[in-house]
């Protein structure tokens, strides 16, 4: 659900949440990432840094330059001015390869058969699809895809696996993800892509922003390797059609 008007909470005494709704969804993801824009052109003083997520956009700020009354006041004033014109720009629309083989998709065959398909029509179905990036999350590089096809829903495990690859491709709770670094986690490790969304070594080090649009071209073994090879220099190999 949509909120009429956004909820203020605090998160410590030095960041605010303001919530527009208590869903995945791009109407509730857009006045999030207009406000974030918002902020990062004008933001008056004593803002420090913003996180924008599916639904939320926390603000961290100094307390000694700018009270919450007065942040709160001024977030109200640039929704109240930006009401009815929250479209977001088009994103970038990137294309990553993505290595479905189940000697390298570690879950691909477990997850097919809890979907009551094969490893190749879950393949064929997840690399059909158009993802938006919702956000960042839970570890540097862990970029969050909405648009996950409804025949590859799927609950997350009730006790998290081992350690995912890096770059793993994974679904779970109706969404997609692809996690950057090695990490224990509830979702189900259905590819690989050779790219990588983060890396402290590019600038800006987030590859893919928040709003672009995402597809997954298949690839296979060796490919993946070679792909994997390149980009471990510093080269990026995913493809973007609409970047300047």
């Not at 490790?189 to 080090?205: A, C, D, K």
């Amino acid at each position: 659900m949509q909120y009429e008007s956004p909820r203020f909470l605090d998160q410590g005494e030095a960041a605010l949440v303001v919530e527009f709704g208590d869903a995945v969804d791009a109407g509730i993801n857009a006045r999030v990432l207009a406000l974030d824009r918002a902020l990062q052109r004008d933001a008056p003083p004593g803002v420090r840094e913003t996180t924008p997520t599916y639904r939320s956009l926390l603000v961290h700020y100094e307390p000694l330059q700018i009270s919450r009354g007065d942040l709160v006041a001024w977030i109200e004033s640039v929704i109240a001015r930006s009401a009815g014109d929250e479209a977001i720009p088009d994103g970038a629309r990137w294309t990553l390869p993505c290595c479905y083989d189940p000697a390298i998709a570690e879950d691909i065959r477990e997850a097919a058969s809890l979907l009551n398909m094969t490893p190749g029509e879950l393949a064929a179905r997840h690399a059909g699809a158009d993802y938006r990036a919702y956000m960042y999350g839970f570890a540097p590089g862990w970029c969050y895809l909405g648009g996950l096809p409804p025949a590859l829903a799927i609950p997350r495990r009730l006790t998290p696996r081992g350690p995912t690859p890096e770059n793993a491709v994974l679904i779970g709770g109706g969404l997609s993800l692809v996690a950057t670094n090695s990490m224990p986690t509830g979702w189900y490790v259905v590819g690989r892509t050779p790219e990588w969304l983060f890396s402290l070594t590019r600038e800006p080090p987030f590859l893919v922003s928040p709003g672009d649009v995402v597809r997954f071209a298949p690839v296979d073994a060796t490919t993946f390797a070679a792909l994997e090879a390149r980009a471990a220099k510093g080269e990026i190999v995913a493809r973007c059609e609409s970047c300047e």
